[in-house]
């Protein structure tokens, strides 16, 4: 039989799952160079996958847990923006299917904006709900970052009845004062799926907001460092003094009014 080319090869191993596949075993025992280029790329980018799979099992393993007890509206819940000078705090709440599989999804601080948007976008769309809940830099100012926070999240559960009731919820280091059954996971956005989940929609979700307030107030840069105290910020908060949607508690907001 003749050997396949090396562009059939690489199409094939496209369609490839499975290390014990014959097909790996017959492209090792090939001899050409580019095959065994092939190969080997095939074979790294397989370990990665299984790696990411592994990773995805242990971000699930509290939702499984708490299924294998009778759960089955487990909600994640996070929030985005505690140490801005500026904005509001965003929480979100989702609830995954079972089955859902998002390979890569973590803590929404160390991955891309693309990859955050990429991962938003599944999660409006394939989530069984997910409920958001705001809290403006008055509510910050009039309660606290944590009180405020808390706020937030409440909402973002309180939302989610429109589509869902949680009959557990995962909050990251955090508890609510809601009679559901709940428990705190600290780090929980780098531990839980449902979690990441929320983390991921309420950064975007803020992200989004910073960008409009840019547009409304544009003197401050919003939309560059969303209102966190960069050199950038804290210059034009000396030159302009707060916005509206400063936090006027935080320092050194409060300095400049």
Not at 184 to 196: F, P, R, T, V
Request: proline content about 4%; glycine content about 6%.
């Amino acid at each position: 039989m003749k050997p396949l080319t090396v562009k059939e090869i690489k199409e094939h191993l496209q369609t490839v799952k499975d290390e014990k596949d014959p097909f790996i075993e017959q492209c090792k025992k090939d001899e050409r160079k580019s095959v065994q280029t092939l190969i080997t790329a095939w074979l790294k980018k397989n370990e990665r996958l299984l790696a990411m799979r592994e990773e995805w099992r242990m971000m699930t393993s509290f939702e499984r847990s708490l299924r294998e007890r009778g759960f089955q509206w487990i909600a994640g819940i996070d929030e985005a923006g505690r140490g801005p000078l500026a904005g509001p705090v965003v929480a979100a709440a989702v609830i995954l299917k079972e089955d859902c599989e998002m390979l890569g999804l973590t803590d929404s601080k160390k991955l891309s904006k693309q990859k955050r948007e990429d991962y938003y976008s599944y999660i409006m769309e394939e989530a069984l709900a997910v409920g958001i809940g705001i809290a403006d830099a008055g509510e910050i100012d009039e309660l606290n970052i944590y009180e405020a926070s808390k706020a937030a999240m409440v909402k973002a559960v309180e939302a989610l009845a429109a589509t869902a009731t949680p009959d557990y919820l995962l909050i990251d280091a955090m508890s609510l004062p809601i009679h559901t059954k709940q428990s705190s996971i600290i780090k929980g956005d780098a531990k839980s799926a449902s979690i990441a989940a929320g983390a991921c929609i309420a950064k975007v979700t803020r992200d989004r907001l910073m960008d409009e307030y840019a547009e409304k107030y544009p003197l401050y840069g919003f939309d560059k460092h969303k209102g966190y105290g960069t050199k950038e910020h804290l210059a034009a908060l000396a030159k302009y003094g707060p916005s509206p949607i400063h936090r006027r508690s935080f320092a050194p907001v409060k300095d400049y009014q």
